[in-house]
């Protein structure tokens, strides 16, 4: 469950006045940390607009609080690999897709982008 969030940087360009016909977004996990059943991702989220209209960066960090047992392994496999779980990944990806798409809505209004709002949910492939 997530308990915090907070965005750490935030930058929104427009570099054409036309409206955009397409968003592409990145979400890359930056760090694993925290401690006890706390897990803290750093995180940055990119929305680039297609055909180079702009583009909405967020930094951040969330806090997830889950079994004392995943949180430590999470960390582990993060300190070894550079990675995270693929089933954990997947709730983390989602829960940074959220967030950073609620912040990035004022961001889009004041320079005049369309808001990236959240797509569905992401589910893994069988």
Do not use: C
Not at 40 to 62: C, L, Q, R, S, W
Request: glycine share 8%; net charge neutral; no cysteine.
């Amino acid at each position: 469950m997530i308990v915090n969030s907070k965005v750490t940087k935030i930058e929104a360009t427009r570099e054409k006045d036309e409206p955009g016909t397409g968003l592409k977004i990145r979400i890359d996990i930056k760090d694993v940390g925290g401690k006890g059943e706390d897990v803290d991702i750093g995180y940055e989220f990119t929305a680039e607009y297609v055909e180079g209209v702009g583009k909405i960066f967020i930094a951040g960090e969330i806090t997830d609080r889950i079994d004392k047992k995943v949180a430590d392994e999470a960390r582990k496999l993060w300190k070894e690999k550079k990675d995270v779980q693929p089933d954990y990944k997947l709730s983390l990806l989602n829960s940074i897709n959220y967030v950073a798409s609620v912040e990035g809505v004022l961001a889009a209004k004041i320079v005049r982008l369309a808001p990236p709002i959240a797509p569905p949910r992401l589910t893994k492939r069988e």
